[in-house]
């Protein structure tokens, strides 16, 4: 079988819609992602053994030193939201106060705030078959319900652009509108309270330390930047504010810090310097 039959068979077996309902790119190599998943899978089942034994034998996730290595090697999807509920506080939160994210939604609206939210609802995720209109169940009203009570419950936040991508992407984890909305209480609130304030010094201080990281890293791209007068903050804003969730890999969202392995954090380093050059 030549390289176009096995393409073409590879797309034939392989789905067009990925788990997380994004359509994959036109350019998607089928072959090649079916070749690698056919290793992977071995890895990927082995460790969802590991994550249901641990799971089962808890009777609860609790932070240990075999929970940070098991989360440092990737979390399966059927045990994500579980995880995350439980090492960020979340779900200690939402059992603490319930029914609150109910009474939010049933209170004393903001018109402000909910034209805020709708104005971003249509660009969310628009190569995700589920956020579409015609879906069924169509995820934007649930993603407008998270969004709303969140800008209710913190009000010195309210909404800012880019939280609708968290806040969408921890739905299609969840798939429950309560616990999406503790989740992003816990980023937002809790893990990164500066970066959504108004004075936003955290997403500030992260922003400088990447260009600082560049210039010691990658001087070349520092020094093209630099000479196309291009300001740091302009160029990676979007990445920060929506935590990577639209720019790293949908599996590579949320990692702890130090998860991602320097092999790939070596390709994603000079990939982009290649881009960049290329366009200089």
Request: glycine content about 6%; overall charge positive.
């Amino acid at each position: 079988m030549d390289p176009a039959e096995r393409a073409q068979a590879a797309r034939a077996r392989v789905p067009r819609i990925d788990p997380y309902g994004f359509e994959r790119p036109e350019d998607f190599d089928y072959a090649a992602y079916e070749e690698f998943f056919s290793t992977y899978l071995v890895i990927l089942t082995k460790r969802a053994i590991k994550w249901s034994k641990l799971l089962k034998g808890n009777g609860g996730v609790r932070k240990s030193v075999t929970v940070k290595r098991y989360v440092r090697k990737g979390i399966p999807l059927e045990h994500r939201a579980r995880v995350w509920m439980a090492v960020s506080g979340a779900q200690a939160q939402m059992d603490q106060n319930p029914g609150y994210y109910h009474q939010l939604l049933e209170g004393e609206g903001s018109p402000s705030l909910e034209e805020a939210i709708r104005t971003d609802l249509n660009r969310t995720f628009p190569d995700n078959v589920r956020f579409r209109k015609t879906a069924e169940p169509c995820l934007q009203k649930t993603l407008y319900n998270v969004l709303l009570a969140y800008g209710l419950h913190n009000q010195a936040v309210g909404y800012c652009q880019g939280m609708n991508f968290i806040a969408g992407y921890l739905i299609l984890i969840t798939k429950n509108e309560e616990e999406s909305f503790w989740l992003l209480d816990a980023l937002v609130g809790r893990i990164l309270p500066d970066y959504y304030s108004p004075a936003m010094l955290g997403l500030k201080t992260d922003q400088e330390v990447l260009a600082e990281l560049v210039r010691m890293k990658l001087p070349a791209v520092a020094a093209l930047m630099d000479g196309h007068g291009v300001l740091w903050t302009l160029l990676v804003s979007r990445w920060f504010i929506c935590l990577f969730v639209d720019i790293l890999p949908v599996e590579k969202i949320f990692s702890e810090p130090g998860s991602l392995s320097m092999t790939t954090i070596t390709r994603l380093r000079e990939s982009c310097r290649a881009a960049l050059q290329a366009q200089s």
